[in-house]
Nanobody, 125 residues
Framework: QVQLVESGGGSVQPGGSLRLSCEAT????????MGWFRQTPGKEREEVAA???????TYADSFKGRFTISKDNAKNTLYLDMSSLKPEDSAMHYC???????????????????WGQGTQVTVSS
């Protein structure tokens, strides 16, 4: 029922910028918490940022000031704008979506939601 399709990954030089996009089903986009995770082989998955259905955003400390999460209701699309990219930012990036199941925000358990196939970001000179 829920489909997430990421795009926008690729290779970029250190200090460069990229915009990742995630097109979601209308139902998920309008009612779910959505966000971005990244993962590098040998390391644990890491939540980058999340945005609730109401527009509240959260970021991991290491990404504050460099990455921005946003969404476009008309396009059913989630974005992650990345700037000042570093080689250590190289990772597979995943779009994730989860609906609320209790009193807590779905963003608290976003990792248990639906995952897209991912898009690779490689930062190198």
């Amino acid at each position: 029922q829920v489909q997430l399709v990421e795009s926008g990954g690729g290779s970029v030089q250190p200090g460069g910028s990229l915009r990742l996009s995630c097109e979601a089903t209308e139902y998920a986009f309008s009612r779910y918490c959505m966000g971005w995770f990244r993962q590098t082989p040998g390391k644990e998955r890491e939540e980058v940022a999340a945005i609730s259905s109401g527009g509240r955003t959260t970021y991991a400390d290491s990404f504050k000031g460099r990455f921005t999460i946003s969404k476009d209701n008309a396009k059913n699309t989630l974005y992650l704008d990345m700037s000042s990219l570093k080689p250590e930012d190289s990772a597979m990036h995943y779009c994730v979506a989860k609906g609320k199941t209790g009193t807590k925000s779905a963003c608290y358990t976003l990792h248990n939601g639906y995952w897209g196939q991912g898009t690779q970001v490689t930062v190198s000179s």
